[in-house]
């Protein structure tokens, strides 16, 4: 099957292109695109009219947690450590494979709308979260979270992500990462079990890094040693390496991750709810440390929506700064895209619009009143484009949002019901 994308304004993210955006044809065959041209002659079984649309590579969440659609905005007025355990961990507890079956699916339709193709998801309930993901088709980077100590729980969480990567090889779709959930919910002893696994399985590792003050001052009293010092110690930095949130970190320990394969995966929006503040990018930056962009769990970052948390990301730097020079609009569509696909090791792959990667393309049409007219093409996609404006999403080559229509054969009403039914049984569940 060749499909083309015609007529559309194409911003690339190539960086070996001249122009940030210009006019281009995108020929897919199957899963990957085979050619990038103006005013494609050739031959094609279907045409995708993109003309007025704009069309750029699908964004890439670099932190998520999918099965948490749930916890929508039950942020309100609480920091990280009450939110999570008294909120948060106490209901998961209740939670059943079948329940994050749905939360996950939820959370992938919400992603398909909004333009993301890819997710960097670490989460329990493994089978549930698979099932959605697979049937939704998005592109998943993909773990069993770890917690705890080298006990039983802990060794069998372990061995519940050795089997998943056993029998999940060679899925197009489907790469993972080890997740350790973080230097406070694992001891020393399950840290290094799961640097291990990295080393038996070479796979990046995804961790929650420095998201508040009070967890900074935790590693350091516990292992006499700064954050970055502390990961060299447990052997993490000798592996690719996401580090989420990474709100605090210092100048010395900026230079020690910048000298390894670590990139940081900041979450706006999450760090605002929760009370954490505001991450440094602009010295990370300059420190030479690649810096992608996530969402979190919709509990804490409210939503999937990767357009409204690249306008703020940009809007924070420039306050923190007081200086609109210090980040621009392209630099967060980098963090969205390109810098996204370095952090999970798929810069091969997705990213970019270039002839031989994978079809992971979302197109916009940006003819409503709240972002008419366009002057600046790139600010106004990062600043001012919704939901509401992405057209079509294509994953891997299959089309699977057309005209705003989803194609998958899911019934979202049937499924909101679904969503209501476990929230209602776990509030039960919760109140004995």
Same mark, same amino acid.
């Given at each position: 099957m060749i499909r083309v994308i015609k007529n559309g304004t194409v911003i690339t993210m190539d960086e070996k292109r001249k122009k940030k955006y210009e006019k281009l044809d995108i020929v897919m065959i199957e899963d990957e695109i085979t050619e990038v041209t103006e005013n494609y002659q050739g031959p094609y079984d279907r045409i995708i009219d993109a003309t007025d649309k704009i069309v750029l590579p699908g964004l890439i969440n670099c932190h998520t947690h999918l099965g948490m659609s749930i916890f929508r905005a039950t942020n309100d007025n609480l920091n990280l450590q009450d939110w999570l355990n008294h909120k948060i961990w106490p209901i998961e507890n209740h939670m059943t494979e079948e329940d994050i079956y749905y939360t996950t699916l939820l959370s992938c339709i919400e992603m398909i709308q909004t333009g993301t193709t890819t997710s960097n998801d670490m989460y329990f309930g493994v089978k549930g979260s698979l099932k959605a993901i697979e049937e939704t088709k998005v592109r998943s980077v993909f773990s069993r979270c770890v917690s705890g100590s080298k006990d039983q729980?802990?060794?069998k969480q372990i061995n519940e992500f050795k089997e998943l990567v056993k029998e999940n090889q060679g899925k197009s779709l489907l790469t993972f990462t080890v997740t350790p959930?973080?230097?406070? #919910?694992? =001891?020393?002893?399950c840290l290094l079990e799961c640097e291990k696994m990295a080393t038996e399985f070479n796979l990046p590792i995804h961790i929650h890094y420095s998201e508040n003050k009070s967890e900074v001052e935790g590693i350091i009293k516990d292992y006499q040693k700064t954050p970055a010092n502390a990961l060299k110690n447990l052997g993490y930095l000798n592996h690719k390496v996401?580090? *989420?949130? /990474?709100?605090?970190?210092?100048?010395?320990?900026?230079? &020690?991750? *910048?000298?390894? =394969?670590?990139? &940081? *995966?900041?979450?706006?929006?999450?760090?605002?709810?929760?009370?954490? /503040? &505001?991450?440094?990018?602009?010295?990370? %930056? %300059? @420190?030479?440390i690649n810096i992608c962009l996530g969402t979190d769990g919709q509990g804490s970052g409210n939503n999937? @929506? $990767?357009?409204?948390h690249m306008s703020v990301v940009d809007q924070l730097q420039k306050a923190k700064y007081q200086d609109p020079t210090v980040m621009s609009s392209y630099?967060?569509? %980098? $963090? *969205?895209? &390109?810098n996204g696909a370095k952090a999970l090791n798929l810069e091969n792959k997705i990213g970019s619009i270039e002839k031989g990667k994978k079809a992971d393309i979302i197109i916009l049409d940006l003819n409503n009143t709240e972002v008419y007219p366009t002057v600046d093409l790139i600010t106004q996609i990062v600043h001012n484009v919704e939901s509401n404006n992405v057209d079509t999403t294509i994953i891997n080559g =299959?089309?699977? $949002?057309?005209?705003?229509?989803? #194609?998958?054969?899911?019934d979202e009403n049937q499924l909101k019901n679904q969503i209501q039914q476990i929230i209602s049984r776990l509030m039960k569940e919760e109140n004995k």
């Amino acid at each position: 099957m060749i499909r083309v994308i015609k007529n559309g304004t194409v911003i690339t993210m190539d960086e070996k292109r001249k122009k940030k955006y210009e006019k281009l044809d995108i020929v897919m065959i199957e899963d990957e695109i085979t050619e990038v041209t103006e005013n494609y002659q050739g031959p094609y079984d279907r045409i995708i009219d993109a003309t007025d649309k704009i069309v750029l590579p699908g964004l890439i969440n670099c932190h998520t947690h999918l099965g948490m659609s749930i916890f929508r905005a039950t942020n309100d007025n609480l920091n990280l450590q009450d939110w999570l355990n008294h909120k948060i961990w106490p209901i998961e507890n209740h939670m059943t494979e079948e329940d994050i079956y749905y939360t996950t699916l939820l959370s992938c339709i919400e992603m398909i709308q909004t333009g993301t193709t890819t997710s960097n998801d670490m989460y329990f309930g493994v089978k549930g979260s698979l099932k959605a993901i697979e049937e939704t088709k998005v592109r998943s980077v993909f773990s069993r979270c770890v917690s705890g100590s080298k006990d039983q729980e802990t060794l069998k969480q372990i061995n519940e992500f050795k089997e998943l990567v056993k029998e999940n090889q060679g899925k197009s779709l489907l790469t993972f990462t080890v997740t350790p959930h973080s230097m406070y #919910t694992c =001891n020393k002893e399950c840290l290094l079990e799961c640097e291990k696994m990295a080393t038996e399985f070479n796979l990046p590792i995804h961790i929650h890094y420095s998201e508040n003050k009070s967890e900074v001052e935790g590693i350091i009293k516990d292992y006499q040693k700064t954050p970055a010092n502390a990961l060299k110690n447990l052997g993490y930095l000798n592996h690719k390496v996401i580090l *989420a949130h /990474g709100t605090f970190i210092s100048e010395e320990d900026q230079k &020690i991750l *910048a000298s390894y =394969n670590v990139s &940081i *995966a900041t979450n706006p929006i999450s760090n605002l709810n929760l009370g954490c /503040g &505001i991450a440094d990018l602009v010295s990370y %930056k %300059k @420190n030479g440390i690649n810096i992608c962009l996530g969402t979190d769990g919709q509990g804490s970052g409210n939503n999937l @929506n $990767m357009f409204y948390h690249m306008s703020v990301v940009d809007q924070l730097q420039k306050a923190k700064y007081q200086d609109p020079t210090v980040m621009s609009s392209y630099d967060v569509l %980098k $963090m *969205a895209t &390109i810098n996204g696909a370095k952090a999970l090791n798929l810069e091969n792959k997705i990213g970019s619009i270039e002839k031989g990667k994978k079809a992971d393309i979302i197109i916009l049409d940006l003819n409503n009143t709240e972002v008419y007219p366009t002057v600046d093409l790139i600010t106004q996609i990062v600043h001012n484009v919704e939901s509401n404006n992405v057209d079509t999403t294509i994953i891997n080559g =299959n089309i699977l $949002m057309e005209n705003h229509r989803l #194609t998958l054969d899911i019934d979202e009403n049937q499924l909101k019901n679904q969503i209501q039914q476990i929230i209602s049984r776990l509030m039960k569940e919760e109140n004995k």
